[in-house]
């Protein structure tokens, strides 16, 4: 049978003065906060609210940045009646029917933007889609290098609610939109 080398203090005394700190809640030197570190509980409790302080200022700063990108988007947002799909309505005449590519040109609106037609006016019942009588279908490469205007799919015209919507935008912008044209 093996024989084990253990070293137990042989003191009554330093017994007892070791489990008294254990046992002591104000002595925190037993304590490992990493590998190898014995530094008192107050030492570590000061080292843990510094950090809890520097990463709650730099959430602050992080939310200040954030707010300020925020803020500077939304100067940047298009006033009441200047969005895109504002300018659509404004340009169609009730009663009227248009393709899509024309209501984005009446405008002012890159090819890009035609999708605000159905993406906002149609979904929202402003106006109402037909198939065009006059398709005629897909041209050739031939025929649209003659200089024929392919005639769209489907065409659209404002509802009762959209003229009422067209009615309700602002006066002074659709005086400056007719004025650009």
Not at 152 to 181: M, W, Y
Request: hydrophobic residues 40%.
């Amino acid at each position: 049978m093996p024989a084990f080398n253990l070293q137990f203090p042989a003191d009554p005394d330093e017994w007892l003065a070791n489990i008294w700190r254990l046992l002591d809640e104000a002595d925190q030197t037993w304590r490992f906060t990493k590998k190898g570190d014995k530094r008192p509980h107050c030492d570590v409790a000061k080292s843990v609210a510094s950090k809890k302080r520097i990463r709650g200022e730099r959430r602050q700063a992080a939310a200040e940045r954030i707010l300020a990108a925020a803020s500077a988007r939304n100067l940047r947002r298009a006033l009441p009646g200047q969005s895109i799909a504002d300018r659509m309505l404004r340009a169609m005449r009730p009663g009227e029917w248009y393709g899509m590519g024309d209501i984005a040109r009446m405008a002012g609106v890159h090819k890009s933007g035609r999708g605000k037609v159905h993406q906002v006016l149609l979904r929202r019942g402003w106006i109402e889609k037909a198939r065009n009588p006059a398709y005629q279908g897909i041209l050739d490469p031939w025929q649209i290098k003659a200089g024929a205007e392919p005639e769209p799919l489907h065409l659209f015209r404002l509802t009762e609610l959209g003229e009422r919507v067209r009615a309700a935008l602002p006066a002074s912008q659709a005086r400056a939109d007719r004025s650009l044209r």
